[in-house]
């Protein structure tokens, strides 16, 4: 079994930051890619970022530039630097581990809202 131990979260003002991190453990023998997903009230589970191993990031186009995504091989830890957001970022944030054959794990979620 794999978990993913999220943190980070909170309430912010548009225009400000947040720093979500994901830390693995468990039975994790390789590791795919590991990211980061959301999920908006009435809307579908929709990809924030991810890294592949030795790959560069893969990014939305509505968070590209404001967001950075970093991941630790080593540790199995990825960080998602929120900076500039936005009211439509409001969401509750995944994280996302994928195995090689596909299988996806995933974190509790940690709520992110942006709103003055």
């Known amino acids: 079994q794999v978990q993913l131990v999220e943190s980070g979260g909170g309430l912010v003002q548009p225009g400000g930051s947040l720093r979500l991190s994901c830390a693995a453990s468990g039975s994790i023998s390789r590791v795919y890619a590991m990211g980061w997903f959301r999920q908006a009230t009435g809307k579908k589970r929709e990809l924030v970022a991810e890294v592949t191993s030795g790959a560069t990031p893969n990014y939305a186009d509505s968070v590209k530039v404001r967001f950075t995504i970093s991941r630790d091989n080593a540790k199995n830890t990825v960080l998602l630097q929120m900076n500039s957001l936005k009211p439509e970022d409001t969401a509750v944030y995944y994280c996302?581990?994928?195995?090689?054959?596909?299988?996806?794990?995933w974190g509790q979620g940690t709520q992110v809202t942006v709103s003055s």
């Open positions: 996302n581990l994928k195995t090689p054959s596909y299988f996806n794990y």
